[in-house]
């Protein structure tokens, strides 16, 4: 996370200062709402304000990758809120009794005609101060310039540049405490999502599943994009397990090898068909996944955002999709010997139709060879399910610590 610079403006460049020592707060500090009505006075907050977003603006222009909203990340950056900070930084470097004194001095003709000249000088440039003060009267200017070199005023300037490191530090951390509690508010919209989709299908219950978040802008383009790539990604994914999941309920494999389906007509055509509808399903929902996947990869490469940051995605999403298709590998591996066990089952089963009796709940054969045959793949077949079990648990596990891991970003 970078922090934005922010171009400060120093009121009054070129005035002779009282010599000081700059930095070092004063034992007889101004009241915040006293510093508060002056910083309103003089226009500070306003410029400060105006500073801010030409600063962005103009970053926006230098380095598109960076790009941030403008409107989006001056949002906290109100008039009001910036006086309050600045003013609390400044009330350091003022004395109460100068503080007192600008009170009644600023509102006064020559304080509000050096006011009005010291905006320019903020907001445009020496230039355009100049060319106000020129229009003053010969006593308006007498009466400004003896007013910008009393000890009064001149207390003013002296907060303005003692306050100056503080003020750039704490503003540079108010950008970025704003900005991350931004990005943790989107963060958190999607790890919520993440943990509601594991939730439902650990329990195979959607009824209370919401997907119709949307997650708030932090005004970084980059990262806002992404997000959204990324729950809209998430989203559809759980859909498809989801779905996937009803599917298969449909099938009702369990009961693709019931003694009674084992020894009937019927049921052997239908635990066929199952098996067939099975592998296409399978087929079916890694076809839907590789396209998901295909579809965010590319959308995320078309970001326009930092090389350092690019890497790092590019990083992250290859290791997770060598994950991915680990695991994949190896369920599928699993379920095609599941699979082909079934078929043999059914297989026998037909082959040997008439001679496979059903009575008192299980199935009788006629010679020992196919009664070895059967529990022998039986057997296996419960080795094939036990596997899957435990991947699926190995799967769970890895995705709840991901999610616990992008919680604590």
Known sequence: MFVYRFLMVLLLAGMTLIAGAAGIPISNPAKVEDMQQIVHIIGFDQ?????????????????????????????????????????TVMAKYLSND???????????????????????????????????????SPADQKSVNEFRISPTYLSLLNALTNSLEERKEMLGNWSRDELQGRIHSARKVIAELMERGLKAEKEENTDNLNLSDRIPLTGLRSFDQESRLTLNYLRANLKQNLQFSEELKTLQLDKLLLPLSLTTRQGLENSNLSILATETMFDNNSKRFDSLRAAYTTALEKIVM????????????????????????????????????????????????????????????????????????????DVEIQALHELDKEDWDYRNRSLETFKKK
């Not at 906290?76 to 003013?87: K, R």
């Not at 440039?125 to 003053?136: C, I, P, Q, S, T």
């Open 47 to 87: 410029s400060i304000q105006t500073a801010i977003r030409r600063d962005v603006e103009n970053t926006n222009t230098a380095k598109p990758e960076a790009y941030l909203d403008v409107e989006v990340f001056m949002r906290p950056f109100t008039v009001d809120a910036i006086n309050l900070h600045v003013s």
């Open 98 to 136: 100068y503080a007192q004194k600008l009170l009644k001095e600023l509102p006064k003709p020559a304080g509000r005609n050096s006011t009005r000249i010291a905006q320019f000088e903020m907001n445009q440039n020496m230039d355009a101060a100049r060319r106000e003060f020129k229009k003053l």
């Open 306 to 381: 930092p090389a350092q940051k690019r890497e790092e995605l590019a990083v992250s999403n290859r290791n997770s999709m060598e994950r991915i298709l680990d695991f994949r590998l190896r369920r599928n591996e699993h379920l095609r010997t599941y699979i082909e066990l079934v078929k043999q089952i059914l297989s026998l089963c037909e082959n040997r139709f008439g001679k496979i009796k059903f009575e008192a709940n299980s199935l009788i054969f006629d010679n020992d060879q196919d009664m070895n045959q059967y529990n022998a793949m039986i057997k296996q077949i």
